[in-house]
């Protein structure tokens, strides 16, 4: 069974020997080879999965039912952009979780080819939504920041960032379908597998795929994150500096030092977490695709626990974004016309959009 994101991972290989090499007729099941049947791997894959699927479930439910409460009460960009992030991840939990259970359990594919490329799909789509909405959050907070005084443009600009995202998914899981198939055991008939195997006519398509499913799933999100987060650090860091005279700005200092101490705290948990999840798996995915003898003799349940936990980012991300931007305003100040004392500006202007 594969568990890859976009291509077949070492996993396959064992698929693609027997597919070429296996030479045995009318074997019954207690016959097949262990990687044919239901094993050990096989319930490491069903309890953790199921395990992650509570978890994400549990998160996601919360911060998606919290985000939709808030916005009804204020049309907050964050609030909207956290819940296409949840809706992102439940994509995660609800499509690709228990399809990976149900493989698990079936170890070949009974769905047939279409469903098969269908489910394709759906296994990395909302692995993708979750990374192009993390751009997405990254990208309003760098505007909040950089250019507070765009008002009028931010909300439309915020729409168009999430069209983009759902659209820039649909585009970048749709190959999938074209990819997988169906194939079946030319000597097992009764066994039938949903993979890539026989769909790259060379090597180098299957590699350049492979690079662009890490291009844009990966480093992608990751640059933009880094950038970003980064330069509004800096920012904030630059204006506190920076000397101020009146009241009003020493009380915006003030104010601003708090927001970069949570500025520093989200950004270094949102890289850190982002990083840390995905990494492994990719650091893999690259020793297999340049040197797959070698990498061959990794054992198989190291694979599936590097998958395991780059699917943990979309259990992290409700516990990340739940922590520092679905905050409970407490207190909240009686709303008062300007005076010269609560004027607006540009810096004051800027924290009040970051938070």
């Known amino acids: 069974m594969e568990n890859a994101l976009l291509l077949p991972e070492v996993e396959d290989e064992s698929v693609m020997h027997f597919l070429e090499n296996t030479k045995c007729n009318n074997t019954t099941y207690a016959e097949l080879p262990d990687e044919m049947r239901f094993n050990d791997g096989h319930i490491v894959t069903i309890v953790t999965y199921g395990i992650l699927m509570m978890i994400s479930a549990a998160g996601n439910i919360t911060v998606l039912i919290t985000t939709i409460i808030r916005r009804r009460k204020s049309k907050s960009r964050i609030h909207t952009l956290v819940m296409h992030l949840s809706i992102a991840d439940l994509f995660v939990t609800f499509l690709m979780m228990p399809l990976e259970i149900g493989w698990a359990i079936t170890v070949s594919w009974e769905a047939g080819d279409a469903m098969c490329r269908i489910m394709a799909f759906f296994r990395i789509f909302g692995l993708y939504?979750?990374?192009?909405?993390?751009?997405?959050?990254?990208?309003?907070?760098?505007?909040?920041?950089?250019?507070?005084?765009?008002?009028?443009?931010?909300?439309?600009?915020?729409?168009?960032?999430?069209?983009?995202?759902?659209?820039?998914?649909?585009?970048?899981?749709?190959?999938?379908?074209?990819v997988f198939h169906l194939e079946t055991h030319p000597n097992h008939t009764c066994y039938t597998q949903c993979?890539?195997?026989?769909?790259?006519?060379t090597y180098m398509h299957e590699l350049s795929y492979s690079f662009f499913g890490m291009v844009t799933m990966y480093w992608f999100p990751l640059t933009v994150i880094c950038y970003t987060y980064t330069s509004i650090f800096v920012e904030i860091c630059r204006r506190s500096k920076e000397k101020n005279e009146d009241k009003i700005r020493r009380s915006s200092i003030d104010f601003l030092t708090r927001a970069r101490v949570r500025t520093l705290k989200m950004t270094v948990t949102i890289i850190t977490v982002f990083f840390i999840c995905w990494s492994p798996y990719y650091v893999m995915s690259l020793w297999y695709w340049f040197d797959r003898s070698s990498a061959n003799k990794v054992d198989l349940r190291i694979q599936r626990a590097l998958f395991f936990f780059a699917c943990t980012n979309s259990s992290m991300n409700p516990i990340i974004y739940g922590i520092f931007n679905i905050r409970k305003q407490r207190n909240k100040a009686p709303i008062r016309a300007p005076t010269i004392e609560t004027r607006v500006t540009p810096l004051s202007l800027s924290i009040k959009l970051l938070d």
């Open 129 to 178: 939504l979750s990374s192009f909405v993390i751009i997405c959050i990254s990208v309003d907070r760098y505007f909040a920041v950089m250019q507070p005084l765009q008002i009028l443009d931010v909300h439309r600009r915020g729409k168009i960032m999430l069209i983009l995202a759902w659209i820039g998914s649909v585009l970048c899981s749709l190959p999938q379908m074209l």
């Open 195 to 201: 993979i890539t195997f026989n769909t790259f006519p």
